[in-house]
C-alpha cells in the first residue's frame, strides 16, 4: 500500500520558517516524482514545488521560487520543503503526493496523496 505522511507544520509569525517532511513508504521512492501542493480555504489545491525522480530537477511556483526549497534523502525515503520568509497567504494546508511521471502542477497528474499538514502563518 502506497502511503505518504507529511508532518511540520505549524503555527509561525509572518518572516519565520518552517521545515515540512513528507515520509513515503509501499514503494520504490527513488522511482517516484514527489511534489508539495497547498489548499487554502475556499481556494482550489496548487502546486507548491516538485522534484522529479528521474533526474532530481526542482521545480517551483513563481510566489515560492527564492523562499522554499524542496530536497530528498532517498536513504530516509523522505522529501523535505524549507519555507523561509512565510507570510500570511501562505497559510493552507500542504499536502505531498506521488507520481510515476515528470513534475507537474497539475494534482490530477498525481495518483497517491498524504493527509496533509496545517501552515498558519500570523501578520
Known amino acids: 500500500e502506497v502511503q505518504l505522511v507529511e508532518s511540520g507544520g505549524g503555527l509561525v509569525q509572518a518572516g519565520g520558517s518552517l521545515n515540512l517532511s513528507c515520509l513515503v513508504f509501499?514503494?520504490?521512492?527513488?522511482?517516484?516524482?514527489i511534489g508539495w501542493f497547498r489548499q487554502a480555504p475556499g481556494k482550489e489545491r496548487e502546486g507548491v514545488s516538485c522534484?522529479?525522480?528521474?533526474?532530481?530537477?526542482?521545480y517551483y511556483a513563481d510566489s515560492e521560487k527564492g523562499r522554499f526549497a524542496i530536497t530528498k534523502d532517498n536513504a530516509k525515503n523522505t522529501v523535505y520543503l524549507r519555507m523561509n520568509s512565510l507570510k500570511p497567504e501562505d497559510t493552507a494546508v500542504y499536502y505531498c503526493?506521488?507520481?510515476?511521471?515528470?513534475?507537474?502542477?497539475?494534482?490530477?497528474?498525481?495518483?497517491?496523496w498524504g493527509q496533509g499538514t496545517q501552515v498558519t502563518v500570523s501578520s
Open positions: 503526493a506521488a507520481s510515476f511521471f515528470t513534475c507537474s502542477y497539475h494534482a490530477q497528474s498525481f495518483d497517491s
Open positions: 509501499g514503494f520504490t521512492f527513488v522511482d517516484y516524482t
Open positions: 522534484i522529479d525522480s528521474t533526474d532530481g530537477a526542482t
